[in-house]
């Protein structure tokens, strides 16, 4: 007689315990796509600060470097490109693009001796380099969580409720541009 | 990573399990001893947990805020230092932090720093102005990783709840043992006579072994402690490898902050010395048991690991550096060495900016000034003007050339 009770409580049992397992995989892939996520929108959020910047550098700057018109055109070409471009590809060229003019234009302030030694162009110039940093750990952090929700997604067990639920692979950040790929540092 | 958090979670439940024992026995012996009855035992064992969980529930709820005016650290804005605020910001971003922590700094010249807080969503990170003063800003992502690194591994709550079970048992060893110094001074022959002569002996007995232990308890407690920081801050280290791609950065941080000519932090103390980033004591004239009993692992040995991370920055890579250096075995639990390659960053050609000690003292003061909320004004004259903030909207003349100039209000 307890045997049966035994038996039918393990028979009820093992699907509860099935199903919770299920569950806590379930919200273990969630969390790591909205981390994938998450880290991809710090990108964008980066991104976008570093054009807000610009107007701010050039304005800056513009009083001490009479001269170099070239320069500060580039910039605001290719920021302007940058933001109204519309595929990820498309932005991706056009990032690659003000970087360079950028890490250009700090080589070119080393001429002017009275600009580095201004204020307000230090304290911009901080917020600028800063915010290259921040681009570049953004896409590293991005790399590393698509790593782990990767490497989640193809391990066994969570593979099979991957598969149930449609959880598809992501993809690595890779910088097409070769000047992207190393992130302009901004030397002082 | 979350192999490495799980492992550390398990390991500071054991030592936390482990110190309630102690405390518990702890009050379990001294409450025996002073009503000679083990129902008084009991009775101690029941007020020794009550303490405990008193100061945990405190500490829980706002055990970081203690630590942090402890330590006389003071909430600093962006305005007050730009770059730790932007450092700060990166590696808040490279560990995927979900907020970002307060920033505190402590009005001192000896170059340190701590992280604090009950979980990555409410953290502190708290410097010094001698380490903002001292060292330059790949430096200073070094310890900032580090620091957010602790975060990470939820190294913070441990140390605060360890913190405050390790001040609890010295509380509770103290209290008595101050008790016992002084009725024995005042009242002990009429306990004696009291006593009669049959229990005399069993008496004197249980009160050593009571005394015993309030001396061996802490003691205990402390190498429990000390033991599992070492191993927090080798992690740490590797943590903040990791996040920077750029050993060398905490590796010529922690060479700068050793060597520093500064005097010891003036507001650290034993409890909240694992913290810090390095030891704030420094050792003079103290023998080698320092070893056992130190909360950090030598200096010189984690920036010889940290310069061996030639290859790469994985926690792999950590691992084999450490086995290279200290010949022991790893630190990092095996889980969490997952197939991973992490290249390092390419440095940065920078021109050192040498200081000397004076330059370094003027900073230190200025960043503190700021901190105060002083305004700074550069004259025409050339002279820099630092205003305390009670001239907030009025005028002040130059010294020097006489110009008036107006003070900004609030």
């Known amino acids: 007689m307890s045997g049966m009770i035994i038996f039918i409580v393990i028979i009820l049992l093992v699907p509860v315990l099935l199903v919770l397992f299920v569950i806590s995989i379930y919200n273990a892939l969630v969390r790591l796509r909205n981390q994938v996520d998450n880290a991809w929108s710090q990108i964008d959020v980066q991104l976008k600060r570093r054009h807000d910047l610009i107007p701010n550098l050039v ?11 070239g320069t500060f055109e580039a910039i605001t070409q290719a920021r302007s490109q940058a933001m109204g471009a519309k595929t990820v590809a498309e932005s991706s060229k056009a990032e690659g693009a003000l970087g360079e003019a950028l890490s250009k234009f700090m080589l070119v302030v080393e001429n002017y001796p009275d600009l580095k030694a201004n204020q307000n162009f230090l304290a911009v110039q901080e917020e600028l380099s800063s915010t290259e940093n921040k681009i570049a750990f953004a896409r590293q952090s991005y790399n590393d ?7 989640k997604i193809q391990m066994f067990p969570s593979n099979i409720i991957a598969g149930m639920f449609s959880f598809g692979k992501r993809d690595f950040f890779e910088i097409e541009v070769e000047a992207e790929r190393e992130v302009p540092k901004v030397s002082f | 990573m979350w192999e490495l958090i799980r492992a550390n979670k398990r390991n500071s439940i054991i030592l936390m399990v482990m110190m309630a024992f102690v405390l518990m026995l702890l009050g379990f012996v001294i409450g025996f001893a002073v009503t000679r009855n083990p129902v008084g035992g009991f009775f101690g064992l029941v007020i020794a947990t009550i303490i405990w ?17 402890a ?35 402590i009005n001192d010249p000896a170059p340190n720093a701590f ?12 410097v010094t102005a001698g380490l903002l003063a001292r060292l330059n800003r790949d430096e200073l992502q070094g310890v900032i990783a580090h620091e957010i690194s602790h975060i990470v591994h939820r190294d913070i709550l441990f140390v605060t709840l360890a913190g405050i079970m390790l001040g609890s048992i010295v509380l509770l060893s103290q209290v008595f043992l101050r008790g016992m110094f002084y009725s024995s001074l005042g ?5 004696y006579s009291s006593g009669g002569q049959g229990g005399g002996q069993a008496q004197v007995v249980l009160m050593v072994v009571a005394i015993i232990a309030a001396i061996l308890a802490p003691i205990m407690a402390y190498l429990l402690y000390f033991a599992l920081s070492q191993r927090r801050e080798y992690l740490a280290d590797a943590g903040a490898a990791r996040l920077t791609r750029y050993p060398e950065g905490l590796a010529s941080a922690l060479e700068k902050i050793s060597s520093d000519p500064a005097p010891q932090l003036a507001s650290a103390n034993k409890v909240t010395a694992p ?8 050792k003079k004239g103290q023998m080698k048991l320092s070893n056992l009993t130190s909360t950090h692992p030598p200096i010189s040995e984690r920036i010889r690991i940290l310069r061996g991370l030639t290859h790469g920055v994985s926690y792999k890579d950590y691992s084999n550096a450490f086995t290279e250096v ?11 060495m997952t197939k991973e390659e992490i290249g390092l960053r390419q440095a940065e050609a920078k021109a050192e900016k040498e200081q000397r000690l004076q330059s370094q003292m003027r900073q230190v003061g200025d960043i503190m000034r700021k901190v105060n909320q002083f305004v700074f004004l550069t004259c025409a004259c050339g002279l820099k003007l630092k205003i305390p903030p009670n001239y907030k909207g009025k005028t002040v003349e130059c010294p020097r050339c006489h110009t008036n100039h107006n003070i900004p209000g609030k």
Not at chain 2, 187 to 191: A, I, T, V
Not at chain 2, 275 to 282: A, L, S
Request: charged share 20%.
């Open chain 2, 275 to 282: 913290m810090y980033i390095v030891n704030p004591f420094k």
């Open chain 2, 326 to 336: 200290t010949h022991k075995k790893s630190v990092i639990p095996a889980a969490a």
């Open chain 1, 59 to 69: 304005e800056t700057a513009k009083g001490y470097m009479k001269h170099e018109r």
């Open chain 2, 71 to 105: 330590s006389r650290a003071v909430p600093v804005t962006h305005d007050v230092h730009p770059q730790l605020f932007n450092i700060v910001e990166e590696m808040k971003i490279a560990a995927a932090l979900p907020a970002m922590p307060k920033i505190y700094i």
């Open chain 2, 187 to 191: 009242g002990s022959r009429r306990r």
């Open chain 2, 53 to 69: 969980i008193v100061l945990a529930l405190v500490s829980l709820s706002s055990g970081d805020q203690i630590f942090l005016s």
């Open chain 2, 115 to 126: 992280a604090t807080g009950r979980n990555p969503e409410s953290a502190s990170v708290a």
């Open chain 1, 145 to 151: 969580q698509v790593l782990a929700f990767n490497n």
